[in-house]
């Protein structure tokens, strides 16, 4: 009951300090750059837990099966989640640039493919002085300025070789691997998504992280409400974004989007209670906490385990 109290005294406190604080905080021209601090701490709250025992007693040494288009540096080389957890999959890494391929060959599939909607020969554009930034698409000029990208860096993105490259399909890779469940996919492939999507056959991941183009930085990539709405087709819902580098505009140029099963109709709910460990795992590594608990609720799942553990983005 104390406890409590001193809780809600806190919390009053705040309310009538904040205001105060953020006006200083405008004059000093900082308040967006303490905001956005805060947001990214408030967003990887949940990092401070370590879900690595809960995991291994739910998966059982079960591998969690990944597929990372755009493996460039490793998996989950931009760490979106802590990388103590990455032990707990098996990874199919895709890299088109040869020489980039090569860095990862430690890796049991490691593929030096394009990925695309079909089996075809496509143009990659190589930009060697920001090898991250090469794409199926050439880069626009014109929309740099919404990127915020200083004129002086405009050089970084010029196309300095194109090479071709043979692209196959989601679909047909997996199955030659022999893999008959894909149970995470990650698309980074710099407005390439869409494409790549449309390749994944009867795939159905339990957790689908793509990169998103608010205003691209390429040109002629297929609008981001076309991506998410062949998504939303595929029966996925987003459930979290966050945005990616600088911008000009009040949404981020650019961001990241998790998509899951559609869990309020029966298809999505059959596949996630098919492969319910993997869900949850995936869901506690993504710091999902909240709305895992009230899917599992509405499953009637019971997972004792999980209610130890609060949801700190909340708090």
């Known amino acids: 009951m104390f406890k409590n109290r001193i809780m809600k005294l806190s919390r009053s406190l705040l309310k009538i300090i904040l205001p105060t ?5 405008i004059k000093l021209k900082l308040n967006r750059r303490v905001i956005n601090f805060l947001n990214d701490k408030s967003y990887n709250s949940n990092n401070s837990y370590d879900f690595t025992k809960t995991l291994k007693n739910i998966l059982n040494d079960k591998k969690i099966v990944a597929l ?21 999959f098996e990874n199919v890494l895709i890299e088109p640039i040869e020489a980039e391929a090569n860095k990862l060959k430690k890796n049991k599939y490691i593929i030096n ?3 695309w909607s079909k089996q075809e020969i496509k143009k990659l554009f190589i930009l060697d002085n920001r090898l991250g930034s090469s794409s199926m698409y050439q880069p626009n000029a014109k929309n740099f300025d919404l990127h915020n990208i200083r004129k002086e ?10 090479v071709e ?13 022999n893999l008959k469940n894909l149970d995470y996919l990650k698309i980074d492939t710099q407005g390439a998504e869409l494409e790549i999507l449309k390749g994944l056959g009867n795939y159905k991941p339990l ?15 297929p609008s981001w409400h076309k991506l998410l709405n062949h998504l939303y ?3 996925y819902v987003v459930i979290d974004w966050k945005g990616i580098g600088k911008h000009n505009s009040r949404v981020p140029a650019e961001m990241d989007v998790i998509l899951i099963p559609n869990f309020n109709n029966d298809n999505g709910k059959n596949l996630i209670i098919k492969s319910k460990e993997k869900f949850i795992s995936l869901m506690l590594i993504f710091g999902q906490l ?20 609060e949801d700190l983005y909340f708090n």
């Open 165 to 177: 490259i043979n692209c196959d399909t989601i679909n047909n890779l997996l199955s030659e691997l």
């Open 290 to 309: 909240n709305l895992l608990k009230l899917i599992l609720k509405r499953f009637n799942i019971d997972m004792k385990e999980l209610e130890k553990f």
């Open 68 to 88: 990372d288009i755009g493996a460039q540096g490793g998996f989950n080389s931009d760490n979106f989640f802590s990388k103590k957890y990455n032990s707990f």
């Open 21 to 25: 604080i953020f006006k200083i905080l």
């Open 207 to 221: 957790l689908v992280k793509i990169e998103a183009h608010i205003f691209s930085m390429y040109k002629d990539v």
């Open 153 to 162: 860096d405009y050089k970084n993105y010029d196309i300095t070789r194109t």
């Open 113 to 115: 493919k394009g990925i």
């Open 233 to 235: 087709e595929l029966n």
